[in-house]
C-alpha cells in the first residue's frame, strides 16, 4: 500500500512563494511518475503538473508554467512543487498523485491515470 502525505502549504501574500513536498512511502519510489493537482472552492479537480519516474521529463499547466517547478529527491522519497509569484487564483488545496505503472515512459496530466493520491494540503494566497 502506497502512502502520500503532502506537507508546506499556507498562507501567503501575492508575489510569494511556498515549496510543497509530498513524501511517499513503499520502496520503488523513483519507478513511478508523480503528479501535483489542485482544487480551488466550487471548481473540479484540475492539474498542476508532473514528472516523470526518472525526473527527466515534466510537464505543466498553461497557469502555472514559468512559476512552478516540480522536482524529485528519490533518496528522500519525495516530491516536491516549487510555487513562486503566486497569485490569489492559486488558492486550493493541493494533492499529490502517484502512477504505479513501474518506469512508464508517459507522464499524465489525467487525474484517471493516477493510482493513489494524498489527503492535500491548503495553499491560500491572499491579495
Known amino acids: 500500500q502506497v502512502q502520500l502525505v503532502e506537507s508546506g502549504g499556507g498562507l501567503v501574500q501575492a508575489g510569494g512563494s511556498l515549496r510543497l513536498s509530498c513524501a511517499a512511502s513503499?520502496?520503488?519510489?523513483?519507478?513511478?511518475?508523480m503528479g501535483w493537482f489542485r482544487q480551488a472552492p466550487g471548481e473540479e479537480r484540475e492539474f498542476v503538473a508532473a514528472?516523470?519516474?526518472?525526473?527527466?521529463?515534466?510537464n505543466y499547466a498553461d497557469s502555472v508554467k514559468g512559476r512552478f517547478t516540480i522536482s524529485r529527491d528519490s533518496a528522500k522519497n519525495t516530491v516536491y512543487l516549487q510555487m513562486n509569484s503566486l497569485k490569489p487564483e492559486d488558492t486550493a488545496v493541493y494533492y499529490c498523485?502517484?502512477?504505479?505503472?513501474?518506469?512508464?515512459?508517459?507522464?499524465?496530466?489525467?487525474?484517471?491515470?493516477?493510482?493513489?493520491w494524498g489527503q492535500g494540503t491548503q495553499v491560500t494566497v491572499s491579495s
Open positions: 498523485a502517484q502512477k504505479y505503472t513501474p518506469r512508464d515512459r508517459s507522464i499524465y496530466d489525467r487525474q484517471i491515470e493516477y493510482d493513489y
Open positions: 513503499g520502496r520503488s519510489f523513483s519507478s513511478y511518475a
Open positions: 514528472i516523470s519516474w526518472s525526473g527527466s521529463r515534466t
